[in-house]
């Protein structure tokens, strides 16, 4: 029996297809076109596959990908950048963190309890910002509370002897009932008169003190080291919290901190956790992205596997029922893995993928190779992207009130010299820009804070003077990036 699929266009999200994922890499990250438009399909079928019947979307698996290439050209900047558009939680790591299981070292499985804090982390902070207005307006109350505290009536003996004896006493009379509808009526003009001052402004430097959660780290007691156990602590404040009270401390502050403090209070309390922990989980299942970096270091040469090698094969054996689909217990409940996009790296200058042992291999059908940086996508990292080197630079420099600016010549000469650099020593990529521009900038960043000059223009001709003897000696170059 054939699932019918319709073949009516679905209304998909418009911001991201394709082509505007990929505009949207470009404004961060200078060439790798193959790589960026790999991911885009991979992210644009994951929101595809939501459009299907729920009988054939569970069978489309992400395709995941292998990425091959030096450091430095851009690997991890297009998964994080993928991730940051898509909202989508995201955890990088390495792959010479874990260990086999047996050894001591981290357990792969805690790559998706990671993943899964990081989207609890993204649903609470969504959750808390939806619930600050009635945390305001719950904490206001409580301010009030503090600033205009109820006055305590007093219980004297005539009470407790009428309390227990039921007998009427001529000196404990009840009390009127419209003097205290006007005591009550006073108090409340009282509150709405502070309320306003508070909401206008006007109490925001007054002294207050208020009691607060005492913040005090909570008593954890973890297994020996390896031994993740489900990714479950045993967090004694967690088990207890139902049975023993919060400790509070009382602080002084100014009214305007006080109400920031207890808005975030009261914002805990108004979150559904339960909620939050369903919601994140499905997040982490149909949305996350896991970079693991340095994939080849957990390969061996030829495939061989002998002596401390077994262990990098075990780490491998290990990955595959994580990224091929499996169920992974968290503190917050089980994961499954199989719609998970995983997104691997790696340099393989001493390896090949076709190391990998075939298992893996199959689950990364999709491989891209980048290439090394070439003088010209160096000198456009430098000066294209939003957050580029030369705008972090001339940002930093204008705070000292001095204009610092670059000719296209300048950019040129660094883009050329780190080049050399890459090409005669390790091959680090863009990396090697940060080293070019604080040997270039050493001298102006000491001292443009006692310079007179306004305005500072950096030249082809001052870019060789600073770094052209350092590229050119090699004794030097030893002790540098």
Known sequence: MTTEITTEKKTLNPELTPAKIIEHLNRYIVGQDKAKRSVAIALRNRIRRRALPPEIAHEIMPKNILMVGPTGVGKTE??????????????????????????????????????????????????????QQPALEKAEQRLLDV??????????????????????????????????????????????????MMREGKLDDKDVEIEINDSASPISVFGAPGMDIMGMGININEMLGGIMPKKTKKRSMKVKEALRILQQEEAEKLIDTDAMSKEALELAQEDGIVFLDEIDKVVVKGGSSHGPDVSR???????????????????????????????????????????????????????????????????????????????????LISTEGTELTFTDEATQE???????????????????????????????????????????EITAEMVKEKLASLVENRDIRRYLL
Do not use: C, W
């Open 78 to 131: 297009i998964a994080r950048r993928l991730a940051t558009l898509s909202n989508a939680p995201f955890v990088k790591v390495e792959a010479t963190k874990f260990t086999e299981v047996g050894y001591v070292g981290r357990d792969v499985e805690t790559i998706i309890r990671d993943l899964t804090e990081f989207a609890v982390s993204m649903v609470r902070k969504k959750m808390i910002e939806g619930v």
């Open 313 to 395: 094969e075990g780490v491998q054996r290990d990955l595959l029922p994580i990224v091929e689909g499996s169920v992974v217990q968290t503190r917050y409940g089980p994961v499954k893995t199989d719609h998970i996009l995983f997104i691997a790296a790696g340099a393989f200058s001493g390896v090949k993928p076709s190391d990998l042992i075939p298992e893996l291999q199959g689950r990364f059908p999709i491989r891209v190779e980048l290439e090394p940086l070439t003088i010209e996508n160096l000198q456009r990292i430098l000066t294209e992207p939003e957050n580029s080197l030369i705008r972090q630079y001339e940002a």
């Open 414 to 456: 660094i883009a050329k010299l780190a080049h050399k650099m890459n090409s005669e020593m390790e091959d680090i990529g863009a990396r090697r820009l940060h080293t070019m521009m604080e040997q270039l900038l050493e001298e102006i960043s000491f001292s443009v804070s006692d310079m007179a000059e306004t305005k500072i």
């Open 147 to 196: 600033m205009l505290p109820k006055p305590e009536r007093k219980f004297s003996m005539p009470d407790f002897m009428k309390a227990f004896s039921g007998k009427d006493d001529d000196d404990n009379k009840e009390e009127d009932p419209e003097a205290a509808a006007a005591e009550e009526e006073r108090n409340n003009r009282t509150r709405k008169k502070f309320l306003k």
